[in-house]
């Protein structure tokens, strides 16, 4: 499919970086000093940077392409549409901001009929870009990347995050007490933007998470798969943007992961 050019000429892999330096400078400017601004449950927090980086990813958005639909986690209502969607995160891992712990993303992928096509993951302290277009392969910082060679589980450095649903969560550990010690590591982060980034770079050799949203996953979801990686549901069916339950990883440790974390109870 041939991607569309926004109203300046740009591609859409362009209007993403456009996004991504916009809000970069908005949470680099509020890190250490911005505090949480509303509670949206328990551990679920957003501050003024959530906003300030949406909004102004949006103006960028409507500006650059009129006619497309925006998905953004904090303003933006979840609808499914069969056109063109950008679905962004302005700051994933935001309780980890509002910390002043280092880790956190902005993260924005452009979908069609629900297929993310262009996808983009910035880490805006450290400054690595994450990128990926359907067919074209996945960088990291402009250089080719790929997942790791890991084959098994008692290789691999496995993430998980828990989310913000306690059962799901509960569950999450469960099969973190299986996996461990027969692991090399396991990592919980706080954000699922870079955690399927780091699969898509060969950080992690698999990644794991039950509670995302479709912001959570959009662009990892196309990182990972064109870097040679896997993305499945816990039933190892393909994932999409609507996938609540993924996982993530080499294909090898994948289907092992998957068949493990399809034994667990489902709600």
Known sequence: MQLPRSSSGLSALAVARLCAEAAGDIIRAGFGITGISATKGRGNVVTRVDFEAERRTMEILGREFPDHAILSEETSATTRSDGWIWVVDPLDGTK?????????????????????????????????EFAAVAAKGTTLNGARAAVSG???????????DLGYDDARGVRQLGLAHGLFPGVQGIRTMGSAALGFAYVAAGRFDAYIHSDLGPWDIAAGLLLVREAGGTVSDRNGSAATIWTRAA?????????????LAATLPVD
């Not at 902005?106 to 450290?126: D, K, R």
């Not at 996982?247 to 068949?259: F, K, N, Q, S």
């Open 96 to 128: 980890n901001f509002s910390r002043a712990i280092p880790h956190f993303a902005f993260s924005i992928a452009l979908c069609f009929a629900g297929e993310p096509l262009v996808a983009l993951t910035t880490h805006p302290l450290l400054r690595d």
């Open 150 to 160: 890991a084959t098994s589980i008692q290789e691999s450095v496995i993430s998980l």
């Open 247 to 259: 996982v993530a990883g080499t294909p090898l440790v994948h289907d092992e992961l998957a068949r």
